[in-house]
């Protein structure tokens, strides 16, 4: 079945950096785009970026922006999410989801299909 597994979160002082990873599998990687959301703790769910089938990014939030960046290999089922200069409204946990309809929204999430557990980024000194 269709499976993705994030790994990567943790504990990082403000400035850091951190790399996630989102495993995928169940499915052929390279024929979706995939997106990374987060959720902060009273807040809605997010989007961070997305990244297509040749791993351009699509969307990225403008709180990101100069920050983060996504990657992928699909020959290894993965996508990254690497961050840099984290800050502690970064603070979040961190999901892939692949988008299943063409007009999916990378803003929210509305029509990605399946999505990780989530792992757990705080910022924090």
């Known amino acids: 079945q269709v499976q993705f597994v994030e790994s990567g979160g943790g504990l990082v002082q403000p400035g850091g950096s951190l790399r996630l990873s989102c495993a995928a599998s169940?499915?052929?990687?390279?024929?979706?785009?995939i997106g990374w959301f987060r959720r902060a703790p009273g807040k809605e769910r997010e989007g961070v970026l997305s990244?297509?089938?040749?791993?351009?990014?699509?969307y990225i939030a403008d709180s990101v922006k100069g920050r983060f960046t996504g990657s992928r290999d699909n020959a290894k089922n993965t996508v990254y999410l690497q961050m840099t200069s984290l800050n502690p409204e970064d603070t979040a946990v961190y999901y892939c989801?692949?988008?299943?309809?063409?007009?999916?929204?990378?803003?929210?999430?509305?029509?990605?299909?399946?999505w990780g557990q989530g792992t757990q980024v705080t910022v924090s000194s």
């Open positions: 990244i297509n089938r040749s791993g351009g990014t699509t």
């Open positions: 169940g499915f052929t990687l390279d024929s979706y785009t």
């Open positions: 989801a692949r988008q299943w309809l063409h007009w999916a929204d990378s803003r929210t999430g509305s029509g990605y299909d399946y």
